[in-house]
């Protein structure tokens, strides 16, 4: 029995050898990158902070900042529900939004807030629609009392006056072609003696609302660009 135990001793330490090595090398910490890996792997971390620090700044940044201009009225102009900036609102009072109207003042050309240096303005009045604001009903309206003189004005449009006696005598109709339906816009002859900064007025339709403009007659030639922002900025404003 000696023999035989002493035959299976060799490979007893042999096993308990290799469990030992294997108890070793799972102790073992893992091996530590050269040098130069380390310098890279820190850059790295280094670049992704600082480009994380700058991505919150910039959120920070743009982010509204709390003042005046920024408060949000609600206003419901028939089914269409708004929220006009404050800075924007053309009405302070409560009596204009419980009509289911809604009123903006504009700066021009900017269609921003209107300010102190403001040299032009833009007033807007949002209200319910009408069959009498429609295009082809204005200007049947009109056409009653037109004069035959023609004759045409900067920006593509034609200038129509009316009869003496009539409810418009003493206003002008600014028409684009060729049938005054993408603008009809009524203005005094007589600028001075209207006694309003914004005498011309044009009525559409625009998003289920009936939109009226008061625009100063010197820039009845932009009446394009004038149209095009009113109308991106009602877009902005509805929810």
């Known amino acids: 029995m000696s023999l035989y135990a002493d035959r299976d001793q060799p490979h007893a330490h042999a096993t308990d050898v290799a469990a030992l090595i294997r108890n070793?090398?799972?102790r073992r910490p893992a091996p530590l990158p050269p040098r130069g890996d380390r310098a890279l792997l820190q850059l790295a971390a280094g670049i992704l902070a600082l480009g994380a620090a700058g991505t919150g700044l910039a959120l920070f940044a743009t982010r509204p900042q709390p003042d005046a201009g920024s408060e949000l009225r609600p206003a419901r102009v028939?089914?269409?529900v708004l929220a006009i900036p404050?800075?924007?609102a053309g009405a302070d009072s409560e009596e204009g939004r419980l009509v289911g109207m809604a009123r903006l003042r504009l700066?021009?050309?900017s269609l921003g807030p209107v300010t102190p240096e403001s040299r032009q303005r833009?007033?807007?009045t949002l209200s319910p629609p009408d069959k009498v604001n429609e295009p082809a009903t204005q200007l049947s309206v009109y056409a009653r009392f037109l004069?035959?003189?023609v004759w045409s004005n900067p920006g593509g449009l034609v200038v129509r006056g009316f009869r003496k006696g009539s409810?418009?005598?003493g206003d002008e109709l600014y028409v684009s072609v060729p049938d005054g339906r993408g603008f009809a816009a009524r203005c005094p002859v007589?600028?001075?003696q209207s006694g309003l900064d914004e005498p011309c007025r044009v009525t559409f339709r625009h998003r289920g609302v009936d939109v009226n403009i008061r625009f100063p007659r010197a820039i009845v030639a932009d009446w394009q660009v004038m149209l095009g922002g009113v109308r991106r900025t009602i877009d902005r404003l509805m929810r």
């Open 167 to 169: 409810p418009y005598d």
């Open 190 to 192: 007589e600028t001075a």
């Open 24 to 26: 070793h090398l799972k």
């Open 147 to 149: 004069t035959p003189t």
């Open 107 to 109: 700066d021009w050309p």
């Open 86 to 88: 404050a800075n924007l």
């Open 122 to 124: 833009l007033l807007v």
């Open 78 to 80: 028939g089914e269409v």
